[in-house]
């Protein structure tokens, strides 16, 4: 599975918009890009995921770039909940079903 | 609803004492996970498993077993705790459609062993 590179930690302003981003150049042509956040203390939560259209639920969306080297997970308005650590990962449906976890990105949200 | 519920959700035990960590899910999902997360580190695979008698071993697996004798349960297993095994456990399952997958957290249970 590709490798993924994101900030260890971000600030956001509680009500705007907070953008998290995560580079996986390395990424191939049939490895999706997950995302998921842990708040402290609990088990990591499935966000979103997308293979290289974006996407959008109703936590967030997902925007990939057209080269799929790059993502952007956008909270459209960021609440005190939402800090937490968000991992992106990248997962071939062919390398099995277990995640691989890296660092995160540590969000804050603040009031 | 369905879910995905760990026992006990904190324990303590002794150097050398056999602990057994209880998952189960009700989402009727073939594939389940056991991680353990450190303190101020990312989650790393024990073990899994993809169905009924079907175990495999992940990341970090010396000192732990599972088994597998039905689809709602896999059990993790400490077979003589050491005070490195000291982490929280975290169990998950997931099915897949459309080529990816989806995984599901229980809450996680916290072991001190001392």
């Known amino acids: 599975d590709a490798k993924t590179t994101q900030p260890p930690s971000m600030d956001c302003a509680e009500g705007r918009a907070a953008n998290l981003p995560c580079n996986h150049s390395t990424i191939s042509g049939n490895e999706y890009v997950y995302w998921y956040r842990q708040i402290h203390s609990q088990g990591p939560q499935y966000i979103i995921h997308?293979?290289?259209n974006n996407e959008t639920n109703e936590m967030a969306s997902l925007i990939i770039t057209e080269d799929r080297k790059s993502s952007t997970l956008i909270l459209p308005h960021a609440t005190l909940r939402d800090t937490a650590v968000y991992y992106c990962?990248?997962?071939?449906?062919?390398?099995?079903?277990?995640?691989?976890f890296g660092g995160g990105t540590r969000l804050m949200v603040k009031p | 609803d369905a879910e995905i519920t760990q026992s006990p959700r904190h324990k303590i035990t002794e150097t050398g004492r056999q602990v057994t960590l209880a998952c189960h899910q009700t989402w009727n999902h073939n594939n389940m996970f056991w991680y353990r997360q450190d303190l101020g580190h990312g989650l790393r695979l024990i073990h899994y498993?993809?169905?009924?008698?079907?175990?495999n071993k992940g990341e970090v697996s010396d000192g732990y077993s599972v088994s597998r004798s039905n689809t709602e349960d896999l059990p993790l297993t400490l077979e003589s705790a050491a005070s490195s095994q000291t982490s929280v456990y975290f169990c998950?399952?997931?099915?897949?459609?459309?080529?990816?997958?989806?995984?599901?957290f229980g809450p996680g249970t916290r072991l001190t062993v001392l």
């Open positions: 990962i990248v997962k071939s449906p062919n390398a099995g079903n277990m995640l691989t």
């Open positions: 498993s993809y169905g009924v008698q079907d175990t």
């Open positions: 997308g293979l290289k």
């Open positions: 998950a399952s997931s099915t897949t459609s459309l080529g990816a997958d989806t995984q599901y």
